[in-house]
T-cell receptor, first 115, second 115 residues
Framework: DSGVTQTPKHLITATGQRVTLRCSPRSGDLSVYWYQQSLDQGLQFLIQYYNGEERAKGNILERFSAQQFPDLHSELNLSSLELGDSALYFC??????????????FGEGSWLTVV | AQSVSQHNHHVILSEAASLELGCNYSYGGTVNLFWYVQYPGQHLQLLLKYFSGDPLVKGIKGFEAEFIKSKFSFNLRKPSVQWSDTAEYFCAVIPRNTGFQKLVFGTGTRLLVSP
């Protein structure tokens, strides 16, 4: 158990819908990351938050957004869903947000299936 | 483009065989290097990491990796694999000049160990 908690574990939804994925980081970790793992794209970095503020953006679509709340949990919002959005979405956390050599710990992921 | 390459996409070994998985990166500056493992149906787990110092690093479960700066490589090794090592292995890099901890993953190598 990495200490990073993600909900829901599995989600099936229809095209055009909107879903929210939730992540609680490890206790004491200020930084939260979102990654998407799909068969064709592999593991892709989406976005990083540090202590409530967006720190870095990766290959995140405009239909997707995220935020980190004062209690440090994070949510990834996926809207206008398309079949190609079906993937495993990982949340990860680390103590710091800079290049400090901190290890990044991953949650178990949320399986999203768009039908 | 800057990237992380894992040349072996699928590897099949018998138990007790030796393993070496290749990883090359194309970042010119200083990097932090990681190997993650993903067992079937599970989340990413850290196997080992290199930040500085001895280029030969030892991780969990008998794995080790060697950083060769001149070759931009960080190959993963295990002298004798077990059936339980069947998993997908990801090499990942954090380029230190990006100012944040953006893990860039390779495409992964699927290892199947036959009993």
């Amino acid at each position: 158990d990495s200490g990073v908690t993600q909900t829901p574990k599995h989600l099936i939804t229809a095209t055009g819908q909107r879903v929210t994925l939730r992540c609680s980081p490890r206790s004491g970790d200020l930084s939260v990351y979102w990654y998407q793992q799909s068969l064709d794209q592999g593991l892709q970095f989406l976005i990083q938050y540090y202590n409530g503020e967006e720190r870095a953006k990766g290959n995140i679509l405009e239909r997707f957004s995220a935020q980190q709340f004062p209690d440090l949990h994070s949510e990834l919002n996926l809207s206008s869903l398309e079949l190609g959005d079906s993937a495993l979405y990982f949340c990860a956390s680390s103590v710091a947000g800079g290049v400090s050599g901190n290890t990044i710990y991953f949650g178990e992921g949320s399986w999203l299936t768009v039908v | 483009a800057q990237s992380v390459s894992q040349h072996n996409h699928h590897v099949i070994l018998s138990e007790a065989a030796s393993l070496e998985l290749g990883c090359n990166y194309s970042y010119g500056g200083t990097v932090n290097l990681f190997w993650y493992v993903q067992y079937p149906g599970q989340h990413l787990q850290l196997l080992l990491k290199y930040f500085s110092g001895d280029p030969l690093v030892k991780g969990i479960k008998g794995f080790e990796a060697e950083f060769i700066k001149s070759k931009f490589s960080f190959n993963l090794r295990k002298p004798s694999v077990q059936w339980s090592d069947t998993a997908e292995y990801f090499c990942a890099v954090i380029p230190r000049n990006t100012g944040f901890q953006k893990l860039v993953f390779g495409t992964g190598t699927r290892l199947l160990v036959s009993p």
